[in-house]
């Protein structure tokens, strides 16, 4: 009877239950779901620090690039095409010789006030349109005019006047004070109150000039891009002041978030906005390298720049760090010593306050 009971007993126990089942199935899931979301977010972590990485090789290349040439060279940021308050790519950059060909022309129109001083294009090859639209031109740069005489004049330009189209083209506004030419050699247009001298450096014993260029992209240089699904966010960097356009406003005081250039008079004043959360585009984001290895040029003076790497489904909702279901890293570049270090964000819901750890030396990884 025992072995019998035993036997029918053995036979009983040999399968499993619907209920038995489904916790079986359950577990499996939960521990399949819990492993995917760990290699997801292993795969994620890896991406970003490879970004983080990616980007200080880069700045120590620029480096090293620019003692061997023995100029500047440095790292230009690219705007992601699809979504302008990111970064998506940069490329190896360096400072342009001084651009002077073709004739030019002085032109100033006297019946506007106030007078609107420009100087134009007039066969430039390479035009100044081709070279304001190729990035090669800052938005204020400087023009020398050196006279038959061996004195040298020097404008200031807004180089935003070149290529708006209409009798725009081609042409760079005047914006510092000096007048040019004398009473002598310019030419009266009564029909349109214009006053104009044109110059052609290419006559011997005519006046010459010299463009100042801004930075363009080296020789045989293909864009580096970000490990995919990784950007910079902008909008919760933080970023230099030279990075971005001026506008007027009309306002007795400058508004939150924007730094007083010029009072125009008028009610109207010139201000440039930044910071974190800046919802203003910035224009070229150059980060220049001198031979010695410090930033050189206009962000020289900056201190510090972070820059937050991200993950792209962050930041197309706009997720702050504090909330961001992938991981944040930021890359700081300090323009007095060169240093490039990546760090890990100081999650508050304060922005400046990301920057803690950064500002404290911490570096990712440790």
Same mark, same amino acid.
Do not use: C
């Given at each position: 009877?025992r072995?019998?009971?035993?036997?029918?007993?053995?036979? #009983? #126990?040999g399968?499993?239950?619907?209920?038995?089942?489904?916790?079986?199935?359950?577990?499996?899931? @939960?521990l399949?779901?819990i492993?995917?979301?760990?290699?997801? /977010?292993? /795969?994620?972590?890896?991406? @970003?620090?490879?970004a983080?990485?990616?980007?200080?090789s880069?700045?120590q290349?620029?480096?090293?690039?620019?003692?061997?040439?023995?100029?500047?060279?440095?790292?230009?940021?690219?705007?992601?095409?699809?979504?302008?308050?990111?970064?998506?790519?940069?490329?190896? @950059?360096?400072?342009?010789?001084?651009?002077? =060909?073709?004739?030019?022309?002085?032109?100033?129109?006297?019946?506007?006030?106030?007078?609107f #001083?420009?100087? #134009?294009?007039?066969?430039?090859?390479?035009?100044?349109?081709?070279?304001?639209?190729?990035?090669?031109?800052?938005?204020?740069?400087?023009i020398?005019?050196?006279?038959?005489?061996?004195?040298?004049?020097?404008?200031?330009?807004?180089?935003?006047?070149?290529?708006?189209?209409?009798?725009?083209?081609?042409?760079?506004?005047?914006?510092?004070? /000096?007048?040019?030419?004398?009473?002598?050699?310019?030419?009266?247009?009564?029909?349109?109150?214009?006053?104009?001298?044109?110059?052609d450096?290419?006559?011997?014993?005519?006046?010459?000039?010299?463009?100042?260029?801004?930075?363009?992209?080296?020789?045989n240089? =293909?864009?580096?891009?970000?490990?995919?699904?990784?950007?910079?966010?902008?909008?919760?960097?933080?970023?230099?002041?030279?990075?971005?356009?001026?506008?007027?406003?009309?306002?007795?005081?400058?508004?939150?978030?924007? =730094?007083?250039?010029?009072?125009?008079?008028?009610?109207?004043?010139?201000?440039?906005?930044?910071?974190v959360?800046?919802?203003?585009?910035?224009?070229?984001?150059?980060?220049?390298?001198?031979?010695?290895?410090? $930033?050189?040029?206009?962000?020289?003076?900056?201190?510090?720049i972070?820059?937050?790497?991200?993950? @792209?489904?962050?930041?197309?909702?706009?997720?702050?760090?504090?909330?961001?279901e992938?991981?944040?890293?930021?890359?700081?570049?300090?323009?007095?010593?060169?240093? $490039?270090?990546?760090?890990?964000?100081?999650?508050?819901?304060?922005?400046?306050?990301y920057?803690?750890?950064?500002?404290?030396?911490?570096?990712?990884?440790?």
């Amino acid at each position: 009877m025992r072995n019998k009971h035993q036997t029918n007993d053995g036979a #009983r #126990r040999g399968g499993f239950t619907l209920m038995e089942m489904l916790i079986v199935i359950a577990i499996i899931a @939960i521990l399949a779901a819990i492993t995917v979301t760990a290699i997801y /977010a292993t /795969a994620n972590s890896d991406r @970003i620090r490879g970004a983080a990485r990616q980007m200080q090789s880069a700045m120590q290349g620029a480096m090293a690039k620019a003692a061997r040439a023995k100029k500047p060279i440095g790292v230009r940021l690219q705007l992601d095409e699809f979504d302008p308050t990111t970064v998506s790519s940069m490329i190896f @950059i360096e400072q342009l010789d001084d651009f002077q =060909d073709g004739p030019i022309t002085f032109v100033k129109i006297v019946d506007t006030d106030p007078e609107f #001083r420009f100087i #134009r294009d007039d066969g430039a090859s390479p035009s100044w349109q081709v070279l304001r639209d190729n990035g090669q031109l800052p938005d204020v740069t400087r023009i020398k005019i050196i006279e038959t005489t061996g004195n040298e004049k020097i404008y200031i330009v807004n180089t935003t006047e070149t290529g708006t189209g209409g009798a725009n083209v081609g042409q760079l506004q005047i914006i510092s004070s /000096a007048d040019f030419g004398d009473a002598d050699v310019i030419v009266q247009n009564p029909g349109m109150l214009n006053e104009s001298l044109q110059i052609d450096p290419d006559s011997e014993g005519n006046a010459r000039y010299k463009l100042e260029m801004g930075n363009g992209p080296l020789a045989n240089q =293909d864009a580096l891009e970000l490990p995919n699904g990784n950007v910079i966010d902008l909008f919760y960097s933080s970023l230099p002041l030279e990075w971005f356009e001026d506008e007027v406003v009309t306002a007795a005081t400058p508004p939150p978030g924007t =730094d007083l250039v010029a009072d125009l008079g008028g009610g109207d004043l010139q201000v440039r906005r930044y910071g974190v959360n800046n919802t203003n585009r910035p224009v070229q984001m150059d980060i220049m390298f001198s031979p010695r290895g410090v $930033v050189a040029g206009p962000l020289a003076a900056a201190g510090k720049i972070h820059l937050m790497l991200a993950e @792209i489904e962050d930041t197309i909702p706009n997720r702050p760090p504090e909330l961001a279901e992938g991981e944040n890293i930021i890359t700081s570049i300090y323009t007095n010593t060169g240093k $490039v270090e990546a760090s890990p964000v100081f999650k508050t819901a304060s922005p400046p306050e990301y920057y803690n750890f950064a500002e404290t030396g911490e570096v990712a990884g440790r």
